[in-house]
């Protein structure tokens, strides 16, 4: 088969990686790319958004199946704009990423189905949203609704600060909507799940941390490490997500969805697990280790997937614990610097490359969340020694990451 990944992240290196080791697969292509996916693919300097340029890129070479990573080319519609061209295309259409498009429309699903999520309310304009947070109890959580890469969402600890959010909200992110959303406090889950017409197949749990410094503080990004599985998960747990799991599959079924492709369920564990978000596609830096842990062949889940022909005991895992830390560039979430050479040494470890480019020969940074570095062991412990050790043989100016993932 002929192969198209649409993106450039790391999400898209795990994703291609993975799909190059399928004996399905006989040629890889990836649009457009990063400098480490040269290893596995072809890169084609055509950008996630340049939806005529994919179709008939994707015509010409003959590709057998398109694969989306990023979550801007779904909520545009590509899918359902390769499956007006005749392309077989693997992602949800343009319906279904509302359900990450939109924190409003999922809330309203989550609540007319009685799937347990905190209590919100939904605003359209900063003076309403302002009367609302003076009776407001804080913590308070603000969410933008719209796509802002993982930077729309703000926890304001008292009223003023909560203002200033809200003016960053309306006026800087210039979001239509604002979801206002009880605080939880607790530990995360995300549950990341293959998806056929409207059939839930969950993989293994992971836990992200979204937080930029150790101790979980600072500003939230889009993600700084990673760990599959999570060993703290109790019985009880699982089977209440379970549960969760199956009232959103029969939402789907109920609401007419046909929903194919990737599902992310953000989950918040307190005195029973809440869903904090859906995303649409594969949850970023947590799919990164599952993949890494996935036993099975990626490609074929897809095409199964597709077919309405998967089954759970099709997904398969090792025993293994992984654990990953992403690599920022100095001042990250903020204003950073580009173009820094990376060094990296060979050793017995994964490098995801998430925001590289070459320049001169060299391979330099193109972004916050340079690169990550995941490893493997029998336990939590063993994984995290692993990962630490191995991250000296990695390098660049200004480079960052927590002390502190999977501790």
């Known amino acids: 088969m002929k192969i198209l990944v649409i993106g450039s992240g790391g999400r898209e290196y795990a994703v291609v990686k993975k799909i190059s080791q399928s004996p399905l697969s006989d040629k890889i292509y990836v649009a457009p790319g990063n400098a480490g996916m040269k290893k596995y693919a072809e890169i084609v300097n055509i950008n996630v958004d340049e939806y005529d340029k994919l179709v008939k890129f994707a015509k010409e070479e003959k590709i057998d199946l398109t694969v989306v990573g990023p979550e801007n080319p779904l909520a545009d519609g590509i899918v359902d704009i390769f499956e007006d061209n005749g392309l077989v295309i693997f992602g949800v259409n343009k319906k279904n990423a509302q359900f990450e498009a939109s924190k409003d429309f999922t809330k309203k699903f989550l609540n007319k189905y009685n799937i347990s999520t905190a209590k919100s309310e939904t605003f359209t304009n900063y003076d309403d949203a302002k009367k609302y947070l003076l009776d407001g109890e804080f913590p308070i959580v603000l969410k933008a609704d719209g796509l802002f890469m993982g930077k729309g969402v703000f926890i304001a600890k008292n009223y003023k600060e909560s203002l200033n959010y809200l003016d960053k909200i309306f ?237």
Do not use: W
């Open 171 to 407: 006026n800087e992110l210039k979001a239509d909507k604002l979801v206002i959303e009880q605080y939880l406090n607790g530990k995360e889950i995300s549950s990341i799940c293959l998806v056929s017409h409207n059939k839930i197949f969950p993989l293994e749990f992971a836990r992200d941390y979204k937080k930029i410094y150790d101790n979980d503080l600072g500003e939230n990004t889009g993600g700084v490490g990673s760990l599959t599985p999570v060993d703290d998960l109790k019985e009880d747990e699982i089977k209440k997500i379970k549960e969760i799991q199956k009232q959103i599959e029969n939402g789907f079924i109920n609401e007419n969805c046909d929903y194919t492709g990737i599902l992310f369920i953000g989950l918040m564990l307190t005195d029973k697990p809440y869903v904090l978000e859906f995303n649409v596609r594969f949850g970023d830096p947590e799919i990164e280790v599952i993949l890494e842990k996935m036993k099975s062949d990626l490609l074929e889940l897809i095409l199964k997937t597709m077919d309405g022909t998967l089954n759970q005991d099709d997904i398969l895992f090792d025993n293994n614990t992984y654990v990953g830390v992403v690599l920022c560039s100095k001042g990250y979430p903020g204003k950073y610097e580009k173009n820094k050479v990376i060094e990296i040494k060979d050793g017995n470890y994964t490098l995801i490359h998430s925001a590289t480019k070459e320049k001169d020969g060299e391979i330099v940074t193109n972004g916050g969340r340079v690169a990550m570095v995941i490893s493997g062991g029998k336990t939590r412990q063993e994984a995290r020694e692993e990962v630490y050790k191995n991250i000296k043989d990695i390098n660049f100016d200004g480079m960052y990451f927590r002390k502190d993932i999977a501790k």
